[in-house]
């Protein structure tokens, strides 16, 4: 089990492309069913399903890129509010979308179903 200070998936693995459809406001939704990291106290696998909600501005993310990116997760001992906002902060660092929220929903754990919701929006 790895600790959560000594580092994460690199964002700069996730690539991206034009939006093709820069001046108009639709909404992108990405659903990762298959979601894993590691409990950072006990070492046991936890899993969940992220749902990535974004209105691009001149990019978009590459799916492939995005499945490598997560699964990079699966040995990483992380909270799941830490690895919620650190996916969030990695998209938005390389997408710097309009909007963006993800929910991250986490199958029960000691009779403890969690759902993490994060969002960022720009300015203006």
């Known amino acids: 089990m790895k600790n959560e200070t000594a580092g994460h998936p690199d964002r700069s ?10 001046d108009r406001d639709y909404t992108i939704v990405h659903v990762c069913p298959e979601f894993t990291s590691v409990c950072p106290k006990t070492g046991q696998p936890d899993y969940g399903t992220l749902t990535f ?3 691009p501005d001149k990019k978009c ?3 492939k890129s995005l499945k490598l990116y997560l699964q990079k997760y699966r040995n ?3 909270f799941y509010e830490n690895v919620t ?5 990695d998209l938005v660092a390389v997408l710097n979308p309009r909007f963006m929220k ?4 986490f199958t029960p754990r000691g009779g403890i179903h969690s759902i993490i919701t994060a969002t ?5």
Request: aromatic share 12%; net charge negative.
């Open 61 to 63: 993310v590459e799916l």
């Open 102 to 105: 993800l929910t991250a929903e």
């Open 53 to 55: 909600e974004f209105i």
């Open 85 to 89: 906002n650190r996916i969030l902060d």
């Open 120 to 124: 960022w929006r720009q300015e203006g």
């Open 13 to 22: 693995q996730l690539e991206i492309f034009d939006n093709s459809y820069p």
């Open 76 to 78: 990483e001992g992380i």
